[in-house]
C-alpha cells in the first residue's frame, strides 16, 4: 500500500523512474528534491517552500524542477521559491 501511493506521487511528479524503496542517500540531487516534494504532497500539503532548490542542480533538472513546478501549481498548490 505505502510503495503504491509513493509509486503514484513519484509519478505526479514525472518521476515515475525513482522506486519507492530507494534509499534517499543513493539518488541524485534532482530526485532527492523530488522525494522531498512528495513527502510534503503525501501529507496533503497545500503549501511548498524551496529555498535555493536549483543551487546543486544541472541546467535540464533545472527545466526540469520548474516543469514540476508548475504542474503543481496548476494542481492548485502554492509554491514559494527563494532564490539569492
Same mark, same amino acid.
Given at each position: 500500500?505505502?510503495? #503504491?501511493?509513493?509509486? /503514484?506521487?513519484?509519478? #505526479?511528479? +514525472?518521476? +515515475? /523512474?525513482? #522506486?519507492?524503496?530507494?534509499? @534517499?542517500?543513493?539518488?541524485?540531487?534532482?530526485?532527492?528534491?523530488? @522525494?522531498? $516534494? !512528495?513527502?510534503?504532497? =503525501?501529507?496533503?500539503?497545500?503549501?511548498? *517552500? $524551496?529555498?535555493?532548490? =536549483?543551487? !546543486?542542480? !544541472?541546467?535540464? /533538472? @533545472?527545466?526540469?524542477?520548474?516543469?514540476? *513546478? #508548475?504542474?503543481?501549481? =496548476?494542481?492548485? @498548490?502554492?509554491? *514559494?521559491? *527563494? =532564490?539569492?
Amino acid at each position: 500500500e505505502a510503495d #503504491r501511493a509513493t509509486a /503514484e506521487l513519484l509519478g #505526479r511528479l +514525472g518521476h +515515475g /523512474e525513482i #522506486r519507492p524503496r530507494t534509499e @534517499v542517500g543513493r539518488l541524485s540531487p534532482a530526485h532527492k528534491q523530488i @522525494v522531498s $516534494m !512528495a513527502r510534503a504532497l =503525501s501529507h496533503s500539503a497545500r503549501l511548498i *517552500i $524551496m529555498d535555493e532548490p =536549483s543551487a !546543486a542542480l !544541472a541546467h535540464d /533538472e @533545472v527545466e526540469n524542477l520548474f516543469r514540476v *513546478i #508548475r504542474d503543481l501549481t =496548476s494542481q492548485g @498548490v502554492a509554491v *514559494i521559491y *527563494i =532564490s539569492h
